[in-house]
């Protein structure tokens, strides 16, 4: 039995209504469940079944791919940037008072930044580094007005150098 050939625009239009339908879903919006009908659908394996040229597997893969970084991006990386920007400044506030931390850990949180911008630092430098830089600033800010208190002119030179050391390693 010969099934009818599908288009790759026919079927990927098919496709995204699902793909919207269970973005809705997990985003929490009303949205009715997939039917039994949908679950049954075939139309992605008749599609990379046909024999070519209409075998459309490579190109569905890029625009399935495409779709969901989309959505990684634009949903999840925007819902969990701040915590884990809030979570990286302070594993280095504490690096900074000489504690222990994990810097496998830091560094891997730190390559979702890069990873999300495909290779590219934008993310890195606009939702990450820019806070750094600033929380950095305030925190040698306060560390100077505390040292500049209590330390001793010569002590607090020393002190400005080591922290100057340590930028520089």
């Given at each position: 039995?010969?099934?009818?050939?599908?288009?790759?625009?026919?079927?990927?239009?098919?496709?995204?209504?699902?793909?919207?339908?269970?973005?809705?879903?997990?985003?929490?919006?009303?949205?009715?469940?997939?039917?039994?009908?949908?679950?049954?659908?075939?139309?992605?394996?008749?599609?990379?079944?046909?024999?070519?040229?209409?075998?459309?597997?490579?190109?569905?893969?890029?625009?399935?791919?495409?779709?969901?970084?989309?959505?990684?991006?634009?949903?999840?990386?925007?819902?969990?940037?701040?915590?884990?920007?809030?979570?990286?400044?302070?594993?280095?506030?504490?690096?900074?008072?000489?504690?222990q931390i994990d810097r496998s850990l830091l560094k891997n949180v730190l390559d979702i930044f890069v990873e999300i911008g495909m290779g590219e630092m934008v993310h890195y430098e606009q939702d990450f580094?820019?806070?750094?830089?600033?929380?950095?600033?305030?925190?040698?800010?306060?560390?100077?007005?505390?040292?500049?208190?209590?330390?001793?002119?010569?002590?607090?030179?020393?002190?400005?150098?080591?922290?100057?050391?340590?930028?520089?390693?």
């Amino acid at each position: 039995m010969d099934r009818k050939s599908i288009d790759l625009d026919e079927g990927w239009a098919h496709m995204q209504s699902g793909i919207t339908k269970l973005k809705r879903i997990l985003e929490g919006l009303p949205e009715p469940p997939f039917s039994s009908e949908e679950y049954m659908m075939l139309t992605i394996y008749n599609m990379c079944t046909q024999k070519p040229p209409l075998d459309y597997s490579q190109e569905l893969y890029d625009k399935y791919k495409g779709c969901f970084d989309e959505y990684i991006r634009s949903t999840v990386y925007m819902d969990v940037r701040a915590n884990a920007r809030k979570a990286v400044i302070v594993l280095i506030d504490k690096e900074r008072e000489g504690e222990q931390i994990d810097r496998s850990l830091l560094k891997n949180v730190l390559d979702i930044f890069v990873e999300i911008g495909m290779g590219e630092m934008v993310h890195y430098e606009q939702d990450f580094e820019v806070q750094m830089l600033e929380d950095s600033a305030d925190y040698y800010k306060s560390k100077a007005t505390i040292w500049i208190e209590s330390d001793s002119c010569p002590d607090y030179m020393l002190k400005l150098i080591e922290c100057n050391h340590m930028f520089l390693v």
